[in-house]
């Protein structure tokens, strides 16, 4: 009760706030037996003092089969099994149609969990890039990874596959150019230069001169 309390109202909550609560609990009641989502087990939304609890099987929470098929994408991905690790992880990133609980203002309670959210998407966007890369679609994720720097511009891994998915479809100079940019934003933004990796990637590239930009573009072998 007192974590409804905190989200709904903050640190000012209304002397009716106890009551209020219980109003909104029985009529969300009375939603789940409309919607017929109380199983056999009883009530989806139970009374457990000193609150409620939501007894929801895994298959009912969105956020949990997201979970499922990230998971079960990385053992794939790990495992060399690229293309269908890529197949799982997309099914998971497409469960997504905006920001977590974007529909309402979360409070100090959920805040947290959005957050946790956010980076756990994030967390399945590289692991479908990186699968995707290895599957050599290079040329095809381009724009996809130029949207991704512009959204996040702090995410170096970002920059650095964008460089790398250049680079590896013949566009050399442009991925040189990518790198002065990020080069530029991170020394004018937090006064640090690229991390090594990133350094590296600029010097392989580099280094790449000597090769016939149609060899560059071949895709690699999955």
Known sequence: MDALIEELWGASPPKSAVT???TYIYHLRQIFERENLNGERG???CTRLPGYVLRAADEQ????IFQQLTAQGQA????GRARQASEVLHRALDMWTGGALANIQPGAVLQPYVAHLEERRISAL???IQADMELGRHRNMISELKSLVAAFPLNEWFHAKLIESLSRSGRRGEALQAYQMVRAMLNDELG????PELQRL???VLSLGASSPRAAAQPAQP
């Open 20 to 22: 209020t609560v219980q």
């Open 43 to 45: 009530d989806l939304l």
């Open 61 to 64: 929470v969105d956020a949990r």
């Open 76 to 79: 794939l991905l790990e495992d």
């Open 126 to 128: 590289e692991l479908r």
């Open 192 to 195: 640090v230069d690229p991390s």
């Open 202 to 204: 600029q010097h392989h």
